[in-house]
């Protein structure tokens, strides 16, 4: 369960780019949670976003990384797919 999931840092590239640094404490049972600091980049032209772990954090994972990319489904109009 997500307990928290809030932006720290939101900033435009000159690349056209964004970078979003985000902290997510994550519930895994009462009293028991995981915290940790993602960096984001999202590349609007590519409808993509690449994260990682925010190393100028300390987390409570030791690594983390991903990525997304969305595009309309080729034959279900009205559709999208999500690639990670």
């Given at each position: 369960?997500?307990?928290?999931?809030?932006?720290?840092?939101?900033?435009?590239?000159?690349?056209?780019?964004?970078?979003?640094?985000?902290?997510?404490?994550?519930?895994?049972?009462?009293?028991?949670?995981?915290?940790?600091?993602?960096?984001?980049?999202?590349?609007?032209?590519?409808?993509?976003?690449v994260?990682?772990?925010?190393?100028?954090?300390?987390?409570d994972f030791?690594?983390?990384?991903?990525?997304?990319?969305?595009?309309?489904?080729?034959?279900?109009?009205?559709?999208?797919?999500?690639?990670?």
């Amino acid at each position: 369960k997500v307990l928290e999931c809030n932006n720290y840092e939101v900033n435009k590239n000159d690349d056209g780019t964004f970078t979003m640094k985000t902290k997510q404490r994550i519930g895994i049972l009462p009293g028991y949670s995981y915290e940790n600091y993602y960096n984001h980049i999202y590349h609007p032209e590519k409808n993509s976003m690449v994260w990682t772990l925010d190393y100028d954090k300390t987390s409570d994972f030791n690594d983390v990384a991903g990525h997304w990319h969305v595009e309309q489904h080729p034959s279900k109009p009205g559709c999208t797919r999500v690639f990670y």
